[in-house]
């Protein structure tokens, strides 16, 4: 019934609903194979399968709002009336407000809405003559989000599918890219290895702390040591104005605080904090930072935060001789 649904919807978006539908029908199943061919006004275009099954599934959903050809050739796409679906040559590139693109594969709603609508990262309009370190940056999302804003970024992701769909975002935006370094690796309470799990190649909440179908080992390193790697790169952090630890990483966060040599370093430290994974709440976070010096705020940055309880799910922005954040 699903699918019925989505072939019906169709009709709005091509004017060869029916034959495009019976095509992706067949390639999904295994019976055929190749693009999807659609007519889009006098335009005829050849669609991947999976930008084919995005494109139908977003304006069932009420997200893809509008569709029109563009004036190099190129099918266009509005989504929330504020991102751009570009399709040109069967392949898919999306546009962000502030002009960052990705790669199709790249979408995740959760989290764009996070970074690009809401801008629950928002660390300050210009942030020239700053230092990132993101640590679980994901596909790059918040790596060019903070580059777009002047910022130069340390990009630190374990996930072997998530590191390669950011390296391929970074080459689509080669303005930014040099102000990125990409390192794929844990951040945790040891060096060595830890076993990841997920639910699949690409996965925003893959963590050593909580189950997954899929599993993998990964480098680990401690945050102490991820620095001194970072000087050898002939990185300075003395140099920069702000510093900056943003973390998203699904539990260590527990395990880096213990680090307090190496968090002196940091101007600001922002802290997506996972502590239902290991039975742990913000408190002795905070109260770690504020031994240290910083001043704290706790937030939710989204309704999970509020399911799940405040105490164990949310933000933690702390900030220390810097009101550059609030």
């Known amino acids: 019934m699903h699918e019925l649904r989505l072939l019906l919807a169709s009709r709005k978006l091509f004017s060869n609903w029916l034959s495009a539908g019976v095509k992706y029908f067949l390639v999904k199943h295994g019976i055929s194979s190749g693009n999807i061919g659609v007519r889009y006004g006098s335009g005829e275009f050849a669609l991947r399968p999976k930008v ?54 790249s979408f995740d709603q959760a989290v764009f809405a996070e970074t690009w609508f809401y801008e629950i990262h928002f660390l300050g309009f210009d942030l ?6 993101d640590v679980g940056a994901f596909v790059g999302d918040t790596a060019l989000y903070y ?41 945790g309470g040891e060096d060595g290895l830890v076993e990841l799990s997920c639910e699949a190649p690409v996965d925003v ?9 899929l599993k993998f080992k990964v480098r680990s390193v401690r945050l102490s040591t991820l620095l001194k790697e970072i000087e050898r790169m002939g990185v300075d952090l003395n140099s920069f104005k702000v ?35 290991r039975n742990k709440t913000y408190r002795e976070l905070k ?34 001789g810097c009101e550059a954040v609030r």
Request: with cysteine.
């Open 52 to 105: 084919y099954s995005f494109m139908v599934n977003a304006f069932c959903d009420g997200v893809l709002k509008e569709i029109h050809v563009g004036s190099g050739g190129e099918l266009l796409g509005r989504l929330w009336g504020a991102v751009d679906l570009v399709i040109k040559g069967g392949e898919g590139i999306l546009r962000m407000p502030d002009g960052v693109l990705l790669t199709f594969e």
């Open 205 to 213: 909440s893959a963590s050593i702390y909580s189950p997954g179908r």
């Open 147 to 187: 580059a777009r804003r002047g910022a130069f970024v340390v990009a630190v992701e374990p996930v072997p599918g998530n590191f390669e769909l950011m390296l391929r975002n970074l080459e689509l935006n080669p303005d930014l890219k040099s102000r990125i370094l990409p390192i794929n690796a844990a951040v």
């Open 287 to 320: 109260e770690a930072l504020e031994r240290l010096g910083y001043r704290c705020r706790v937030w939710a940055h989204h309704e999970r935060a509020l399911e799940i309880g405040l105490d164990k799910h949310g933000t933690l922005t702390c900030t220390r």
């Open 128 to 133: 020239s003559g700053w230092f990132v370190l």
């Open 243 to 277: 510093r900056v630890l943003k973390m998203d990483c699904k539990g260590c966060e527990y395990d880096v605080i213990e680090e307090v040599d190496a968090l002196k370093l940091f101007d600001v430290i922002k802290i997506e904090y996972s502590g239902y994974l």
